[in-house]
């Protein structure tokens, strides 16, 4: 069983910066990527990375986050800079592999993260 450990999270003033992080049990993690839900909101994607590196990140957060792995530790960190009050959300970790031919979701348990204005 794959367990997720986030840590980071709290509260800042907008336009501060925050850096989440994520360590995964186990190995050969296939799209690793941070989501959030905000409250009254449905969960959304925030910024995922392929095994390669490929990145994707949702509109809102382009040119202020930064997602990255550390393939050889199983890590993947999110660098959130010139954060907004709408920023504010519980932030989940999720990770996913094939094992037995099926992709596996794995999420963590969520860290808070509040922007004030």
């Known amino acids: 069983q794959v367990q997720l450990a986030e840590s980071g999270g709290g509260r800042v003033q907008a336009g501060g910066s925050m850096r989440l992080s994520c360590a995964a049990s186990?190995?050969?993690?296939?799209?690793m990527g941070w989501y959030r839900q905000a409250p009254g909101r449905h969960r959304e994607v925030v910024a995922t990375?392929?095994?390669?590196?490929?990145?994707y990140y949702v509109e809102s957060v382009k040119g202020r986050f930064t997602i990255s792995r550390d393939n050889a530790k199983n890590t993947v960190d999110l660098l959130m800079n010139s954060l907004k009050a709408e920023d504010t959300a519980v932030y989940y970790c999720?990770?996913?592999?094939?094992?037995?031919?099926?992709?596996?979701?794995?999420w963590g348990e969520g860290t808070q993260v509040t922007v004030s204005s």
């Open positions: 186990g190995s050969r993690f296939d799209l």
């Open positions: 999720k990770v996913d592999r094939w094992a037995a031919g099926r992709k596996m979701d794995y």
């Open positions: 990375i392929s095994s390669e590196g490929i990145t």
